[in-house]
């Protein structure tokens, strides 16, 4: 079994998403998502998402392209989630920048071989939740 780690905010589960994990399933068989929490959206993003963490988290967990859903680290760390999921596969969001940063050196250092996918857009100039009216 080769096991998928992708984590995001997921504010308001839509085409993009799915998209997304559509194509997590051709590097994998497991795809396990990470919800950030509202805490980390807030120092990341500076805002609330639209919707509170247990929203987004049943979103994902109701998702039928998903194994596994489970909320982020409160200490913001999305390095420790890594360690405990410990995927073959680390999938990322064509514009993912929070955490990317230093994730090759975070899982040296954890002693993990877990291999970095960039993915690609699927219509950004429309599903992407910046841009979509969800509600409030």
Do not use: W
């Not at 504010?11 to 396990?32: A, I, P």
């Not at 500076?46 to 998903?66: H, S, T």
């Not at 219509?123 to 409030?136: A, F, G, R």
């Amino acid at each position: 079994m080769i096991k998928v780690l992708v984590f995001g905010t997921f504010d308001g589960l839509h085409e993009g998403h799915k998209d997304f994990f559509r194509q997590t399933k051709t590097y994998g068989d497991f795809l396990v998502v990470v919800v950030g929490r509202d805490s980390t959206i807030i120092k990341t993003k500076g805002r609330l998402p639209k919707f509170n963490e247990n929203e987004r988290l049943r979103a994902i967990q109701e998702c039928d392209l998903i194994n596994e859903g489970r909320l982020g680290n409160e200490n913001m760390s999305p390095y420790i989630v890594i360690k405990e999921v410990n995927p073959d596969i680390i999938c990322l969001g064509y514009d993912q920048i929070h955490f990317v940063d230093k994730l090759s050196s975070a899982i040296k250092e954890m002693g993990l071989k877990v291999k970095i996918i960039r993915l690609n857009p699927y219509k950004p100039e429309i599903y992407k939740s910046s841009l979509l009216n969800l509600p409030d």
